[in-house]
Antibody
């Protein structure tokens, strides 16, 4: 049974870097033709796709975040990560990691983790 | 970016009702639409992809249709566990975007 689990600090100061990891269990992150992505949802708002990575290296980002976001894969630990630098209060949200098919269909979600940007 | 809109923004319904939610894309996206269900404090759950294909384990009372710019999610015989917020999402082109959601609550 595939499971995704986000981890990372729940509080980040403005201008600093938000760093989250998503540990994948039940399947090897490098075994198939899936993408691994990040989605966030600000309080009371719709979800926002941030970006997706393929273990082989292809990465896609929301153009609005491309200068601040980095998504990477660590196959040795079977996890993928998100770094978002120069955060502001607008980056406060629940962050979800997801699995996407090769056609970019989201089929699995992590439970989500709330990240608050505040001094 | 492709903009997704949904109507209505909320609706009240009773158990056993048939519910239809509409989603519209700002440009043609073929059938690259997915639907998600989200309950308060929980992660979204994937229901439908490719406009009309059910994800594994999703009850058959859920169905989707549409192509191009107009899409619908239908829930036949609404069950108590179906009261939630529903989002459509396009994955035709980056950045993948979501609709604003439709809240379905109990009449």
């Amino acid at each position: 049974q595939l499971q995704l689990q986000e981890s990372g600090p729940g509080l980040v100061k403005p201008s600093e870097t938000l760093s989250l990891s998503c540990t994948v269990s039940g399947v090897s992150i490098s075994s198939g033709s899936h993408y691994w992505g990040w989605i966030r949802q600000p309080p009371g708002k719709r979800p926002e796709w941030l970006g997706s990575v393929f273990y082989g290296g292809n990465t896609y980002y929301d153009p609005a975040l491309i200068s601040r976001a980095t998504i990477s894969v660590d196959t040795s630990k079977n996890l993928f990560s998100l770094k978002l630098n120069s955060v502001t209060t607008a980056d406060t949200a629940v962050y979800y990691c997801v699995r996407q098919t090769s056609g970019m269909v989201i089929d699995y979600w992590g439970q989500g983790t709330l990240v608050t940007v505040s001094s | 970016d492709i903009q997704m809109t949904q109507s209505p923004s909320s609706l009240s319904a009773s158990v056993g009702d048939r519910v239809t939610i509409t989603c519209r894309a700002s440009q043609g996206i073929s059938n690259y639409v997915a639907w998600f269900q989200q309950k308060p404090g929980k992660a979204p759950k994937s229901l439908i992809y490719a406009a009309s294909s059910l994800q594994g384990g999703v009850p058959s009372r859920f169905s989707g249709s549409g192509s191009g710019t107009d899409f619908t999610l239908t829930i036949n015989t609404l069950q108590p566990e179906d009261f939630a917020t529903y989002y459509c999402q396009q994955y035709n082109s980056h950045p993948f975007t979501f609709g604003p959601g439709t809240r379905v609550d109990i009449k």
